[in-house]
């Protein structure tokens, strides 16, 4: 099981109108709810989308868990000169500025 308790955008910028930079960090937790066996998780890329638009992404380290077991893992990322198209920018833009990035699922 895998879920996200916090996240932040600690900075965004933009470059032109389409081009922007950011900075994000969330805590992770991985849990492995299975009595009986353990679970190895070789490989683990974990990307970041705004309006269906990949703007992230990080590759974790492999990992183990334990039957039963809970770990937590800060993961941060970093965007660097991402494009959007204009209406998606000015809508990200809008939503930096109002102090309230949307969330969606």
Not at 22 to 51: C, H, M, Q, W
Not at 65 to 92: K, M
Not at 95 to 105: E, G, I, L, T, Y
Request: proline share 6%.
């Amino acid at each position: 099981m895998f879920d996200i308790p916090s996240a932040s955008l600690n900075a965004i910028y933009f470059d032109s109108p389409e081009y922007f930079n950011g900075d994000y960090t969330f805590i992770a937790n991985f849990s492995n709810p299975n009595r009986k066996i353990d679970v190895r998780f070789e490989y683990i890329d974990i990307e970041l989308y705004f309006s269906n638009r990949l703007i992230a992404t990080q590759a974790l380290h492999p990992f183990m868990q334990r039957r039963g077991e809970v770990g937590v893992t800060s993961v941060h990322l970093i965007s660097s000169l991402v494009y959007l198209p204009p209406d998606t920018a000015l809508e990200l833009r809008q939503q930096v500025q109002s102090n309230r990035v949307q969330q969606s699922r």
